[in-house]
């Protein structure tokens, strides 16, 4: 079946530096999608990403979909405390079946 | 308020004894699954379904049930709890849209069986 691969599995930033977390798939995908869950929280969506090579950006949040659409990445300019929690990538794939990546778990140290 | 309703919010349990975790939306979304969160290994997907009486098995089903006898309403049964199921679990709803949709949680329910 469909898999979502997803690295860092945590990572350590000091508050003011960026951060990158990738999601690739084992299958083409014809959507992707990013949530965040903060801590002691339920995951939220934030994007939804559809198209080859597509680009987004909420604030500082930068969304880039691959151009084979197997891999995306999410990138955080200047992280800030308020963005600790664990980002999610989830795949759609032909089956309609969203499969969510294993997260990357953002600690942000003041 | 639009929102996906998980009760309870904690249990714990004994091995054996039968459990129901509920789940209602209020979207009249037709996609409703039940996922299971442990760490490391991310959201993995128990069941899912596509409308009424439709339900069908995701990655991980074993030692699960699930019915969806109303739109709104897709509990999660655990009829044989086991202290592998001690675990985070979210019941999520969308729209079910090949172009691919929004999916919304509900809170969680942390379960331990002892």
């Known amino acids: 079946g469909q898999q979502v691969m997803q690295i860092p599995q945590y990572q350590h930033v000091q508050e003011g530096e960026d951060f990158t977390t990738y999601c690739n798939s084992s299958t083409t995908l014809s959507n992707i999608q990013w949530y965040k869950q903060r801590p002691s929280g339920h995951p939220v969506f934030l994007i939804q990403l559809v198209k080859s090579g597509e680009v987004k950006k909420q604030k500082r949040l930068t969304f880039q979909f691959g151009e084979a659409k197997k891999n995306s990445s999410l990138h955080i300019t200047a992280t800030q405390t308020t963005d600790v929690g664990t980002y999610f990538c989830?795949?759609?794939?032909?089956?309609?079946?969203?499969?969510f990546g294993s997260g990357t778990q953002l600690t942000v140290l003041p | 308020e639009a929102q996906v309703t998980q009760n309870p919010r904690y249990l714990i349990t004994v091995t054996g004894k039968k459990l129901t975790v509920t789940c209602s939306q209020n979207m009249n979304h037709e996609y409703m699954s039940w996922y299971r969160q442990d760490p490391g290994l991310g959201l993995r997907q128990i069941y899912y379904?596509?409308?009424?009486?439709?339900?069908d098995k995701g990655d991980v089903p074993e030692g699960y049930k699930v019915s969806r006898k109303e739109k709104r309403n897709f509990p999660l049964i655990l009829e044989s709890p086991s202290p592998n199921q001690t675990s985070l679990y979210f019941c999520?709803?969308?729209?079910?849209?090949?172009?691919?949709?929004?999916?919304?949680f509900g809170q969680g329910t942390r379960l331990t069986v002892v």
């Open positions: 999520a709803s969308r729209h079910d849209r090949v172009s691919g949709t929004e999916a919304f």
């Open positions: 379904s596509m409308n009424v009486e439709v339900t």
């Open positions: 989830a795949g759609h794939g032909s089956a309609r079946q969203l499969t």
